[in-house]
């Protein structure tokens, strides 16, 4: 008698996980690594539940994750895919995400600290943690700090209520890092670090275009030239922030776009609402060589 | 005649039947979540029937999405009071509604005596009713030590 076999790829199929994956690819520009590593996972979880109808052991895998990289590299968009995902598979029951940052979980004075943080995760209960600029709530230089009894609390849901609950931390590579030496309970806890790799010129224009059908705007020829020309310049400025700075970029454009259409002509067609031209991107004072204030660091 | 064998408290839901487990506690909440409801804990040592408000255990939990957080505020509450009775209560926010949706009792004491009856004769030998509890006689905290 031969063993029953499974066909791996239909309960793939079924589960409905495709779907999400190729939404992200869809949706999300480069990232091949971040994507890689999901899809990892995805394959980990179908065949951990095909093993445990099996009656082989699959113990519940961990799954907290920590999410490092440059500021505007996705990891929240990612995060919220991650949601989904997790949902389609069974191992996150509603699928929904809380996100929050330092404010959210630590107190203000002594005894305030637990309940709020408690409060948080009996709201992310069922569903994705996430937990944004992680590394706030360790401050080694204030021994008085609150931080670290969040962090205990914390280590302690991620541990015992496994099943219920999946955390996600988020932050820049190097702070991250020594966040996760000085709590190695912490980094122990979780099973995946995915590091979220800067964006190509050539991705940041695509995910610029992304953005622009989003808004049902276009770029014309000679200014998709001068776009990515922007960008080049864009990035050697301080406070760069990857698809942040394209999108907050682009939000200018438009301004100007629009002060432009008023100041021509006065009557404009479907196209010209439509089109960014090159000069509404000339005009930006990183084309300029005008360096005299630096951006503002855009967004948190 | 004992008509309530163990002197079990008979309030709210589901008092007559014997203890819910965790699985069917969790799937009452659920049923409170999905009505959009915000549950609450909360406990007391005093079991006569006319003692409505019991001690909130923390605040009532909105936004909730999942049981699983409700069931460890239960349980933090049991750790803390092993001998107390502990109650899960749905609050209903509708306008015009605004009251309680559901109450059952998740936590009680191991030993409950009971009450005892007491009848006082009044003028015309008019009869008044009074039930205490025999365990508050004893001092709030001490009842079911």
């Not at chain 1, 082989?56 to 590299?73: Q, R």
């Not at chain 1, 021994?143 to 969040?150: F, K, L, N, P, V």
């Amino acid at each position: 008698m031969s063993e029953p076999t499974i066909d791996l790829r239909a309960i793939w199929n079924e589960s409905g996980v495709q779907a999400v994956l190729d939404k992200l690819d869809a949706e999300l520009i480069g990232l091949a690594p971040v994507k890689k590593r999901i899809r990892e996972i995805a394959s980990l979880l179908v065949v951990d539940r095909v093993r445990r109808d099996m009656q082989l052991a699959a113990g519940a895998p961990s799954l907290h994750m920590s999410f490092t990289g440059n500021p505007g590299t996705g990891k929240t968009t990612v995060a919220l895919r991650m949601a989904d995902l997790l949902h389609k598979l069974g191992y996150s029951r509603t699928g929904h995400l809380v996100a929050v940052t330092r404010d959210d979980l630590v107190g203000q004075y002594i005894g305030h600290t637990a309940p709020k943080t408690k409060e948080v995760l009996k709201k992310a209960m069922g569903g994705v943690l996430f937990i944004d600029e992680a590394y706030y709530l360790y401050r080694p230089e204030n021994e008085r700090d609150y931080g670290q009894e969040a962090i205990e609390i914390l280590l302690q849901v991620m541990e015992n209520q496994r099943d219920d609950l999946v955390v996600i931390l988020a932050g820049y590579k190097d702070r991250m890092d020594t966040f996760f030496r000085s709590n190695p309970g912490m980094s122990s806890r979780i099973a995946h670090h995915i590091d979220f790799p800067d964006y190509t010129d050539d991705e940041l224009v695509s995910i610029g275009e992304l953005i622009l059908k989003d808004w049902n705007y276009g770029l014309s020829p000679r200014a998709k030239k001068v776009f990515r020309d922007y960008i080049e310049r864009r990035r050697a400025q301080p406070h760069f922030a990857n698809a942040r700075s394209i999108r907050n970029a682009l939000d200018r454009a438009r301004l100007r776009q629009a002060r432009r259409l008023l100041e021509d002509a006065g009557k404009v067609d479907k196209a010209a609402l439509q089109t960014l031209e090159a000069e509404d991107i000339l005009e930006s004072r990183v084309l300029a060589g005008v360096r005299a204030v630096p951006e503002q660091k855009a967004g948190t | 005649m004992m008509t309530n064998p163990g002197n079990r408290v008979t309030q709210g839901q589901f008092s007559f039947l014997p203890d819910l487990t965790d699985a069917q506690i969790t799937l009452q909440i659920k049923y409170a979540l999905n009505n959009g409801w915000a549950v609450s804990v909360e406990y007391t040592d005093d079991p006569h029937p006319r003692n409505t408000y019991w001690e909130m255990y923390g605040n009532p939990m909105f936004d909730l999405k999942d049981p699983a957080g409700i069931l460890m505020e239960i349980n933090e509450c049991r750790k803390t009071f092993p001998n107390h009775y502990v109650r899960v209560l749905a609050f209903n926010s509708v306008r015009g509604v605004e009251s309680p949706a559901m109450s059952f009792i998740v936590n009680r004491p191991k030993n409950e005596p009971g009450f005892g009856l007491t009848r006082q004769e009044g003028p015309g030998r008019q009869v008044h009713y009074t039930i205490t509890s025999y365990a508050a006689t004893k001092p709030e905290g001490e009842r079911y030590s």
